[in-house]
């Protein structure tokens, strides 16, 4: 047998092109082939790399500057990669310095964006500035007040709760890295809540995943957020029950 990918159908359609699972990589012995194992390594380092190296916030800086909003920089309360992977809880919090930071901001706005490194730099790296733009650009249109930009550092989902509460946003979304996998290293997920504060369960927040080539394209992704952006800012509501709350149905 040779030392090759085996190409096998279902019917006339060849399953790989359908997706990027690791489907059909046919087998060498009782093993895989070299090229399946090899990709399989490359993959698995692309997605160590993702979680354990740092953004490139000086260039991501330097992308949005022409935005006009200006960018403030927080961190959590993890302090290390290392402490960041094991305590996500403090990853939750911000740091003294940073809540400081934030109180000089002029309060009250309608949506603060808060790009955040999650787990996987190179989501940021790539995908964060023409998204931030895209999100940007429709947010003006509707005519809607931004905060200067905030870019966290060793964030979790829920940093964005005292962020915005601080500031006295309406309205928070949050772009941050995704958990790679070994078919994505790069991939944004959008997280949208509305009145958020310190406490916010998770059931009120909206997510928008999978943002990145080859996954939601940024136009796409861009529309859906402002979309839901809308539907929030109007009923005062954000998570399970902004659907019921769009569509005039009595909350459970």
Not at 12 to 18: I, P
Not at 59 to 76: C, H, M
Not at 182 to 207: E, F, H, I, Q, W
Not at 232 to 248: C, E, N, Y
């Given at each position: 047998?040779?030392?090759?990918?085996?190409?096998?159908?279902?019917?006339?359609?060849?399953?790989?092109?359908?997706?990027?699972?690791?489907?059909?990589?046919?087998?060498?012995?009782?093993?895989?082939?070299?090229?399946?194992?090899?990709?399989?390594?490359?993959?698995?380092?692309?997605?160590?790399?993702?979680?354990?190296?740092?953004?490139?916030?000086?260039?991501?800086?330097?992308?949005?500057?022409?935005?006009?909003?200006?960018?403030?920089?927080?961190?959590?309360?993890?302090?290390?990669?290392?402490?960041?992977?094991?305590r996500p809880d403090?990853?939750?919090?911000?740091?003294?310095?940073?809540?400081?930071?934030?109180?000089?901001?002029?309060?009250?706005?309608?949506?603060?964006?808060?790009?955040?490194?999650?787990?996987?730099?190179?989501?940021?790296?790539?995908?964060?500035?023409?998204?931030?733009?895209?999100?940007?650009?429709?947010?003006?249109?509707?005519?809607?007040?931004?905060?200067?930009?905030?870019?966290?550092?060793?964030?979790?989902?829920?940093?964005?709760?005292?962020?915005?509460?601080?500031?006295?946003a309406r309205l928070?979304?949050?772009?941050?890295?995704?958990?790679?996998?070994?078919?994505?290293?790069?991939?944004?997920?959008?997280?949208?809540?509305?009145?958020?504060?310190?406490?916010?369960?998770?059931?009120?927040?909206?997510?928008?995943?999978?943002?990145?080539?080859?996954?939601?394209?940024?136009?796409?992704?861009?529309?859906?957020?402002?979309?839901?952006?809308?539907?929030?800012?109007?009923?005062?509501?954000?998570g399970v029950g902004?659907?019921?709350?769009?569509?005039?149905?009595?909350?459970?």
């Amino acid at each position: 047998m040779k030392d090759d990918l085996v190409k096998e159908t279902a019917g006339s359609v060849d399953l790989r092109q359908m997706t990027e699972a690791r489907v059909l990589l046919g087998r060498f012995g009782a093993g895989l082939p070299t090229r399946a194992a090899q990709s399989f390594l490359l993959d698995h380092a692309r997605a160590r790399q993702a979680v354990w190296s740092a953004v490139d916030w000086a260039s991501l800086r330097a992308n949005l500057a022409d935005l006009g909003l200006g960018t403030i920089e927080v961190e959590s309360q993890a302090g290390d990669r290392g402490t960041y992977i094991r305590r996500p809880d403090l990853g939750r919090k911000l740091s003294p310095e940073s809540a400081e930071r934030l109180a000089g901001i002029r309060p009250g706005c309608d949506v603060v964006i808060v790009v955040a490194d999650g787990l996987s730099a190179s989501a940021i790296d790539v995908n964060a500035a023409p998204l931030v733009r895209a999100i940007v650009e429709r947010l003006l249109s509707r005519r809607l007040s931004i905060a200067p930009l905030i870019l966290a550092s060793l964030a979790r989902v829920a940093l964005g709760d005292p962020v915005a509460e601080i500031i006295r946003a309406r309205l928070s979304i949050m772009l941050i890295g995704e958990r790679p996998g070994l078919s994505a290293a790069d991939s944004v997920g959008v997280y949208m809540t509305c009145s958020p504060k310190t406490g916010t369960p998770d059931s009120r927040r909206n997510c928008i995943s999978n943002i990145r080539d080859g996954g939601l394209r940024i136009d796409s992704a861009a529309d859906a957020v402002v979309s839901l952006v809308a539907d929030m800012l109007k009923t005062g509501i954000s998570g399970v029950g902004l659907r019921d709350a769009v569509a005039g149905l009595p909350s459970h």
